[in-house]
C-alpha cells in the first residue's frame, strides 16, 4: 500500500533563508504523481508544486522546488528566502497509478518563519 | 479564474441530523473529490467523482454519500451525524481523473461541528 511519511512535525526557518521539508513515500506503482500542498489556519489547501515519476527535471514554481530522487523515493521541498507569510502546515501527498484522483497525504510539518 | 468553492464554510449540527455540502470545481474541470481531515486521522479520502460516476471511494461508512451534477458541482451528504464527523471537509478538483501532469486543487474547506 502507498505510504508518505514526513519526519518533521515542526520546523523553524528565519526569514529570508531557506528550507527544505522531507517528504519519502513508499509505493510498488511505477507511474505516480507527487504534490505538495500548503495549509495555513484558515484551512484552505493550496497547491504548491507536482513533480511526477516519469519526470527527468526537478519541478519548481517560482520559489518552491521540489528535490526528486526516485531511486530513494524521497521528494523534498525546498522554500528558497522564506517569508513570515509561509508560516503555515504543508503536506506532502501521492497519486498513485495512470487513472483516479485519489491522494494518499502525510502527517504533515508545521514550518514557523522568524523575523 | 475562480477556484473551488466550498459552501458552506461554517456550520453545527447537532448528533443525529444530516448534513449536505456543496463544492463548485474550477471551471472545466470533470472530475470532484471529498476528503475529511481531523486531527486524529489526518486527511482521508472520501469518494471521487468523474463525469457523475463515482470512481473511486474511501473507507468511511455508508452514512458519507456523494453526488456528482451534469454541471460538474457535487455535494456530499453525511446522515445520522456523530461527533466524531467533526472535520474539516475539503473538495479538490481536476480537469481529468489520474494522468500525468493532472493537478489536483482544493478549496478552502468546510468546518463542521457536531454536537
Known amino acids: 500500500a502507498q505510504k508518505i511519511t514526513q519526519t518533521q512535525p515542526g520546523m523553524f526557518v528565519q526569514e529570508k533563508e531557506a528550507v527544505t521539508l522531507d517528504c519519502t513515500y513508499d509505493t510498488s506503482d511505477q507511474s505516480y504523481g507527487l504534490f505538495w500542498y500548503k495549509q495555513p489556519s484558515s484551512g484552505e489547501m493550496i497547491f504548491l508544486i507536482y513533480?511526477?515519476?516519469?519526470?527527468?527535471q526537478n519541478a519548481t514554481e517560482g520559489r518552491y522546488s521540489l528535490n526528486f530522487q526516485k531511486a530513494r523515493k524521497s521528494a523534498n521541498l525546498v522554500i528558497s528566502a522564506s517569508q513570515l507569510g509561509d508560516s503555515a502546515m504543508y503536506f506532502c501527498a501521492m497519486r498513485e497509478g495512470e487513472y483516479g484522483n485519489k491522494l494518499v497525504f502525510g502527517a504533515g510539518t508545521i514550518l514557523r518563519v522568524k523575523s | 479564474k475562480a477556484g473551488v468553492t466550498q459552501t458552506p464554510r461554517y456550520l453545527i449540527k447537532t448528533r443525529g441530523q444530516q448534513v449536505t455540502l456543496s463544492c463548485s470545481p474550477i471551471?472545466?474541470?470533470?472530475?470532484v473529490s471529498w476528503y475529511q481531515q481531523t486531527p486524529g486521522q489526518g486527511l482521508q479520502f472520501l469518494f471521487e467523482y468523474f463525469s457523475e460516476t463515482q470512481r473511486n471511494k474511501g473507507n468511511f461508512p455508508g452514512r458519507f454519500s456523494g453526488r456528482q451534477f451534469s454541471n460538474s458541482r457535487s455535494e456530499m451528504n453525511v446522515s445520522t451525524l456523530e461527533l466524531g464527523d467533526s472535520a474539516l471537509y475539503l473538495c479538490?478538483?481536476?480537469?481529468?481523473?489520474?494522468?500525468?501532469?493532472?493537478?489536483?486543487?482544493f478549496g478552502e474547506g468546510s468546518w463542521l461541528t457536531v454536537v
Open positions: 471551471s472545466g474541470h470533470r472530475s
Open positions: 479538490a478538483s481536476s480537469w481529468a481523473t489520474g494522468g500525468p501532469g493532472n493537478t489536483i486543487y
Open positions: 513533480q511526477g515519476s516519469y519526470d527527468e
